[in-house]
């Protein structure tokens, strides 16, 4: 898996460290984690639904918050909860420009074993990084 939960980073809320050799891979990473942290077997998801995101940022971290924010608003506002089936992120002069693919299913409780409920993403603890291997990132949710 390209992330590992961090339990000595928070005790209320849950930490995970995403990965990727890419910046679309690093962020589908967190993605999926946040997703995990949500939902049990996410994997099992049906592509029943799709929704696109396109977002722009200065900065490479202010990005990846606000891609993972995005995850939130479709659980809170419209009851689902999608995977990443494409992403693409692009230099722009000033910054990044995100472009993502989603598909999923409305929470059907009857099918879909909840986990925690997330309620937004935190600048605690925050760090995303370039390393050897393409990039990290480090992130706390609020539960």
């Known amino acids: ?12 809320d ?12 690093l962020f589908s990473s967190a993605w999926r984690a946040l997703l995990d942290v949500m939902v049990v077997n996410a994997g099992s998801l049906e592509k029943r639904t799709t929704k696109t ?3 722009e940022n200065g900065s490479l971290d202010l990005l990846l918050i606000a891609f993972l924010s995005e995850a939130l608003f479709y659980k809170d506002a419209e009851g689902l909860f999608l995977t990443v089936e494409g992403l693409s992120i692009e230099d722009i002069d000033g910054g990044f420009r995100l472009s993502a ?7 059907d409780r009857s099918r879909h074993e909840l986990g925690t409920d997330v309620k937004a993403v935190t600048m605690h603890q925050f760090r995303l990084g370039k390393t050897a291997e393409g990039y990290s990132a480090t992130v706390v949710v609020d539960t």
Do not use: I
């Open 101 to 107: 693919s989603l598909a999923g299913e409305t929470v």
């Open 53 to 55: 995101v396109a977002l």
């Open 1 to 12: 898996m390209p992330y590992v939960f961090r339990d000595d980073l928070t005790r209320a």
């Open 14 to 25: 849950v930490a995970f460290e995403a990965a990727g050799r890419t910046r679309e891979e």
